[in-house]
């Protein structure tokens, strides 16, 4: 073959593979559905399919929400997404509700931002948060109790803010959302004018970003040196997780149930246990914290030395893009820094 | 000149592939179709089949009940191969609180979600040997997911 062919080949290759790629269905099941259901009618993400949804929603806001997500909300950014690919799933998104979206200019709305202040905190802020940071917990997932069909959104947040011309929101005061808690503002006595001001306090929340709780930190591991033999140290790690309220599930070794029972490597040894009422907490916030079940530590013996080492839940939190989240491994992170401690005296 | 300008192109070319087809999730998670309880035994099927034991399942939902919680089908299921875990954790022990791997599934009304991290997320450049199994199971991982979302 000469080199010629094979840069061809190359090519044509490259080529397949984006033109399959921009199968919008294909895209939407892989990477969407598990969130937003395979029939759009939401999960632990939004319904897209609600058609109030759908027709005050641009295409232009939908390619943004794909391409740079929510941060700290659980939407995360599909940066690898070429242009195409989103495309092809915002016309798959469509598809449940044909019909022409709104489309919106890029011009802001003037209001008086003070007076629209004084309306958020009357109207808005007990379903968006007193500072636009939103509804607790993620979308519809009536697996489990909620208290409300839909997750109000976070209107503090730079994906929302970024996404969302001004008047694709004044639309959303003005004529509410239905299937949703989003009511006509216009229907409940308000002025056209006084959902200017509204408007122009949420932009103004650009200039008063709330913090960003979400920073990978630089150890992936809590590990500390045990001064006593590793039999002795985990029933230290026992004494302090039941010491800090925690049922103790099991203690079991890492390749108990992988090899004959008798043969398990005695040398590294799993305890774990967990507090059901934080769990229960934790699931309201996010039904994925499975990856951080049961709570563990791990006690094991290498060189003549023990040590006692967990996964460090700030580090593990970042995956899952939940500001709400993040705080709550930040108590777990101090948890689990408080009983490695204790029982590495 | 010209060899060495074909080299090049075809550097780029073999680099732009391989930026298209490989990158690293925050998290994998799929929706199957499947209620819980069938997804549950596909999984610990295709677990299996995929040469991997499965050493232990916890059934989070019980222990919420038990508690007084309100709660779905909720469960996190523990596998690995022995010999793999024994190289693991005797050569890097930075990787011990993560083994044996993880996938949490849970009920959410008639489908059932599957999640799990993505093991590439572990990589370090200084130790390639670990990289290569974490590079595996990236790839079993995938599969598994896949046969998950496919099942009916």
Redesign the interface.
């Known amino acids: 073959m000469s ?1 010629t062919r ?2 061809l080949s ?2 044509l ?2 080529t397949a ?2 033109a399959q790629a921009a199968d919008g269905q294909r895209l939407y ?2 990477n969407c ?3 937003h ?2 029939d759009g009618n939401g ?2 993400g939004v319904p897209l399919a609600l058609p109030d949804f759908q027709y005050s929603a641009s295409d232009d806001f939908l390619r943004k929400m794909i391409r740079h997500g929510r941060p700290g909300r659980v939407m ?1 950014a599909f940066k ?1 997404f070429s242009d195409e690919e989103v495309d092809a799933i915002v016309r798959y998104i469509r598809h449940w509700a044909p019909g022409k979206p709104f489309k919106y200019s890029s011009k802001r709305i003037r209001g008086d931002v003070k007076h629209g202040k004084q309306l958020y905190a009357q109207r808005c802020a007990s379903c968006h948060g007193a500072n636009g940071e939103g509804g607790k917990g993620t979308g519809v ?5 909620r208290n409300l069909p839909i997750i109000p959104p976070a209107l503090n947040n730079k994906g929302f803010l970024d996404a969302a011309p001004d008047e694709m929101i004044k639309a959303t005061l003005m004529n509410g959302r239905e299937g949703t808690p989003m009511v006509s503002f216009l229907k409940q006595g308000l002025k056209e004018k006084d959902i200017n001001d509204i408007v122009a306090y949420v932009r103004s929340f650009e200039k008063h970003p709330l913090p960003l709780t979400l920073k990978v930190p630089e150890e ?2 809590i590990i500390m040196e045990s001064m006593q033999p590793l039999k002795e140290t985990v029933e230290a790690i026992k004494r302090a997780v039941v010491g800090k309220n925690y ?1 103790l ?1 099991r203690v ?1 070794y ?6 004959e029972k008798g043969r398990e ?1 005695k040398k ?1 040894v799993i305890v ?1 246990f ?1 507090n ?2 934080f ?2 907490r934790a ?1 309201a916030v996010d ?5 951080f ?2 709570c ?1 530590v ?1 006690a ?1 013996e ?1 060189d003549g030395k023990v ?1 006692v ?3 460090n839940p700030l580090y ?1 939190s ?4 939940n500001n709400e989240l993040h705080r709550l491994c930040q108590e777990m992170y101090q948890e689990y820094m408080d009983i490695i401690e204790e029982a590495t005296l | 000149m010209k ?1 060495i300008a ?1 080299n090049r ?2 550097s780029a ?2 680099f ?2 391989f930026a ?2 490989s ?1 690293a999730d ?2 994998m ?3 199957s ?1 499947q209620t819980f309880p069938e997804a549950m035994l596909k999984l610990q099927e295709t677990i299996n089949k995929m040469g991997y ?4 399942v ?1 059934r ?1 939902d019980i ?2 009940s038990k ?1 007084g ?4 089908k ?1 469960r ?1 299921v ?1 596998f ?3 010999n793999e ?2 190289e693991i ?2 050569k890097y ?2 990787l ?5 791997w ?1 996938i ?6 008639e ?1 059932t ?1 599957l ?4 093991p590439l ?2 990589l370090d450049k200084k130790h390639p040997a670990a990289n290569r199994y974490l590079y595996q199971w990236k790839k079993d991982l995938e599969k598994i997911m896949h046969i998950m ?1 496919k099942a009916e």
Request: include cysteine; proline fraction near 5%; hydrophobic fraction near 45%.
């Open positions: 080199l094979f840069i190359l090519f290759l490259l593979s984006l099941e892989q559905a598990a969130c259901g395979l999960g632990v995360p690898r997932t009536f697996s489990r109790p992936r591991l049922r599930i079991q890492i390749n108990q149930g992988l090899v490597n590294q774990y967990c059901f009422s769990l229960n699931l039904p994925r914290v499975g990856l079940l049961p563990r791990t094991y290498k040590f080492t967990s996964t593990m970042t995956i899952f893009n | 060899i074909n192109l075809i070319i073999v732009m592939l298209t087809l990158y925050e998290l998670m799929i929706r179709e034991t499965i050493s232990r916890q989070v222990g919420l508690s919680y309100l709660t779905d909720y996190v523990f690995g191969r022995n875990i024994e954790t005797s022990p930075y011990i609180p993560y083994v044996p993880k949490a599934i849970f009920a959410e009304q489908n979600l999640v799990t991290a993505d997320r572990l979302q």
